[in-house]
């Protein structure tokens, strides 16, 4: 197959060198990830590290790792002037701030409670600007980023980007180590009857929700007339990569469970790089009741309610979230 390369692909776009040699630096970093995921097993990288990270949460030996590899491979770019990562409490300011300079977000392995059952992960990234000289504000809108992008490694490695316009997916040939563009111009169906949520919460979940869920499941003879499938991969980059390549949608809402924290996924390095590539695709982001694009953090780790995916499912969860407010 000769597909363009990810190179390629980035020139003819007319990208900023400095963000494709970024990029191109995010791409290593998401190869070389691809590698010691491969290899968790045989290199004794399963099971929990001894230690949590901000969040709280347990951090597995390859969540370590591959914020390292992020770290040490993105570090180098003359232009990168900051660092927000999953696994780091504070923000890593690499040089003093120029306006122009790049920010990058990340979650280094999404899903990771799935290394040990050898299911799929994913690293998830952003970038933005900064703004003006010495600004160092990282509290930015996703609708400000720059680049969103993510990678997937399951049965292929795979790298989505939504940088300038449209979406597209580049798949890592092993050997050469290559990117390759394979889908490109990636769109969302506006249409689905598939949906995804843990509905282990059910129990926790608020009534809109509840009424989502019970009219998909009622099927043909409920309100929506049409039979539903659900899927849960427990990793957000496998299901957002699903409802891209066949339309879909995926929701972690807030309940009451995790209300006090705000929600499961983080904004700024999970859900507003999902965001912009749903938007971007076509798709639709919200947090039931707000555009998630729209949204200013408050704090670099802040989590947030999410549902996305196809248009016409994402419009009316928010017309279910808006009812008992006009009730
Ligand atoms: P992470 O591994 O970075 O902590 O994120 C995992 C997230 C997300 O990928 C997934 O959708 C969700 O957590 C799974 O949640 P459940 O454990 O409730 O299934
Ligand atoms: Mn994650
Ligand atoms: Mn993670």
Not at 32 to 57: C, F, W
Not at 106 to 125: M, R
Not at 208 to 232: H, S
Request: aromatic fraction near 6%; charge should be negative.
């Amino acid at each position: 197959m000769t597909a363009i390369t990810l190179r390629r692909h980035l020139t003819d776009a007319g990208h900023d060198s400095d963000l494709i040699f970024l990029l191109e630096d995010i791409a290593s970093a998401c190869r070389s990830t691809a590698y010691e995921v491969r290899n968790g097993p045989l290199k004794g990288n399963l099971g929990v590290a001894d230690s949590i990270n901000v969040q709280g949460e347990d951090q597995k030996p390859l969540d370590i790792i591959a914020n390292d590899i992020f770290v040490s491979t993105c570090a180098n770019s003359p232009r990168l002037a900051a660092l927000v990562s999953e696994e780091i409490e504070e923000v890593v300011w690499l040089k003093e701030p120029k306006k122009g300079d790049y920010m990058l977000f990340f979650d280094p392995l999404d899903g990771s409670s799935n290394l040990d059952t050898n299911l799929s992960v994913g690293t998830i990234f952003s970038i933005m600007q900064i703004e003006e000289d010495g600004n160092r504000n990282v509290l930015r809108r996703g609708a400000d980023q720059l680049v969103a992008g993510y990678a997937l490694y399951g049965p292929a490695t795979m790298m989505v980007l939504a940088a300038g316009r449209g979406v597209q997916g580049f798949t890592l040939h092993q050997g050469t180590g290559i990117f390759r563009l394979t889908q490109p111009s990636m769109s969302i169906p506006e249409t689905t009857n598939e949906f995804a949520i843990n509905t282990a919460r059910r129990r926790f979940w608020d009534q809109p929700i509840r009424d989502y869920v019970d009219d998909c499941l009622a099927g043909t003879e409920g309100p929506r007339g049409k039979d539903f499938n659900m899927r849960w991969v427990a990793s957000m980059v496998a299901e957002v990569h699903r409802v891209l390549m066949r339309g879909g949608v995926f929701l972690y809402p807030l309940d009451d469970k995790n209300r006090a924290a705000g929600g499961r996924l983080r904004l700024l390095y999970e859900v507003a790089p999902m965001a912009k590539i749903i938007e971007a695709a076509g798709g639709a982001a919200s947090t039931g009741t707000e555009r998630i694009l729209d949204l200013v953090p408050t704090e670099p780790h802040q989590r947030v309610a999410t549902i996305l995916g196809s248009r016409e499912e994402v419009a009316l969860l928010e017309q279910m979230h808006r009812k008992p407010a006009e009730a």
